[in-house]
């Protein structure tokens, strides 16, 4: 069963950092990129951040550039995103995704094959 599996969200102050996992399991990793994205109540789904599938290149959000890592460990089939200086702004669900051919510059949700059940980061004081 093909599966993606988000942990690391919770409660943070302004400030703080988070990082997030996604682990896979049903398929293999390695020849899928990744992509994180998430959704604020009331707003639609945006993309943050992909990565190629060797993990060689990566792209962000405008907004999140300098303080949010893509990063991926094949061997472990997890990818994760690192969240410094985080802002109530960035209060969202976030969710993981894989695709087989992704154009990560557009960081687009359709994309992507295979998405996990997101995990909740709220930043707050």
């Known amino acids: 069963q093909v599966q993606l599996v988000e942990s690391g969200g919770g409660l943070v102050q302004p400030g703080g950092s988070l990082r997030l996992s996604c682990a896979a399991s049903g398929f293999i990793l390695d020849y899928y990129y990744i992509g994180w994205f998430r959704q604020a109540p009331g707003k639609e789904r945006e993309g943050v951040s992909c990565t190629s599938r060797s993990g060689g290149a990566a792209y962000y959000k405008e907004s999140v550039k300098g303080r949010f890592t893509i990063s991926r460990d094949n061997a472990k089939n997890t990818a994760y995103l690192q969240m410094n200086s985080l802002k109530p702004e960035d209060t969202a669900v976030y969710y993981c995704?894989?695709?087989?051919?992704?154009?990560?510059?557009?960081?687009?949700?359709?994309?992507?094959?295979?998405w996990g059940q997101g995990t909740q980061v709220t930043v707050s004081s």
């Open positions: 995704a894989a695709g087989p051919e992704v154009d990560c510059v557009y960081l687009a949700p359709h994309q992507y094959a295979y």
